[in-house]
């Protein structure tokens, strides 16, 4: 497969920012969670933590992304907010991949992608291809309060948001896809990709992806440092050769592998899979 010259083109213009974000992530370690666990079973881990579903945890984000929409800011990420854009390589390479697959459109699954924190951090490379004619959809799956607040004050021409994979997908099955920090929040998340699968969605992309040493994929208890949120979450920790064998034995190849802090117990990588032919 190779990009096309208009993807590269894109991906030349966030040339500095990105080797900005590179080093970054690289040199300076992030703000710390803890896990607790092992757990036997989600259930374990859902009981003894908070969950997801908070209002403190919505209403943080919404004041965060009104406040990057109505540039006051420039870069929101878990509600908080930034001075300059830290672009996600593995969302980066997913977008150009995307718009090298399709030729004349963007139009891609942001699998739990809040109000629109990844659309907006690519905002500059998504109209620079709508000046080009490529067409732009870009699809968010996410809770149906992150839904109703979306299409209130967020949709654009754009940007749409779903309450469900199914309603996602329902227009247009293959339809590339990635999840930014969200995978390992789901409580049957192989179930998900084994949907994926039979879909024959072509490109698959895990951004922020909780990998660990463990030869098997483990359930824990996630607590971010408190300056982010005060409560906890269940979380998995998937062991990185285990999930790329599962990716393999159904035909989808490893096309990037991107640690953040490999030496650690607990990385948060990102990872790029596209189907084989």
């Known amino acids: ?6 993807a590269l083109k ?11 974000s590179v080093a970054r992530r690289i040199f300076l370690p992030p703000a710390s969670s803890t896990f607790q666990g092992p757990y036997r079973s989600w259930q374990e881990a859902v009981a003894a933590s908070d969950g997801w579903d908070s209002d403190e945890i919505i209403d943080k984000v919404y004041q965060s992304m009104c406040a990057v929409r109505d540039g006051k800011a420039v870069f929101e990420q878990d509600s908080l907010l930034y001075d300059r854009i830290d672009y996600s390589p593995t969302i980066l390479m997913f977008l150009m991949l995307s718009v090298s697959l399709d030729k004349i459109a963007l139009d891609i699954v942001d699998f739990g992608g809040s109000l629109a924190s990844n659309y907006y951090q690519c905002r500059r490379i998504v109209e620079a291809l709508s000046r080009t004619g490529i067409r732009i959809s870009w699809n968010i799956v996410e809770q149906p309060k992150f839904v109703e607040l979306g299409r209130k004050h967020f949709s654009n021409e754009h940007l749409s948001f779903h309450v469900s994979l199914e309603d996602c997908l329902a227009t247009r099955p293959q339809r590339p896809i990635m999840f930014t920090g969200s995978f390992q929040c789901l409580a049957e998340p192989l179930k998900i990709l084994d949907q994926l699968f039979s879909a024959n969605v072509p490109l698959i992309a895990f951004d922020r992806l909780i990998v660990g040493p463990s030869a098997e994929h483990a359930i824990y208890v996630q607590v971010p440092p408190p300056h ?3 409560r906890t ?10 999930l790329i ?4 034995a159904r035909n989808y190849n490893l096309a990037e592998y991107l640690p953040d802090h490999p030496d650690q117990p607990f990385d948060h990588c990102g990872m790029v899979f596209v189907k084989g032919t």
Do not use: G, N, Q
């Open 233 to 242: 979450f269940p979380t998995w920790m998937f062991s990185k050769d285990r």
């Open 228 to 230: 982010i949120y005060t």
């Open 245 to 248: 064998e599962y990716f393999d």
């Open 1 to 6: 497969m190779k990009p096309s010259s208009l």
């Open 10 to 20: 894109c991906l030349r213009a966030v040339t500095p920012p990105l080797l900005t």
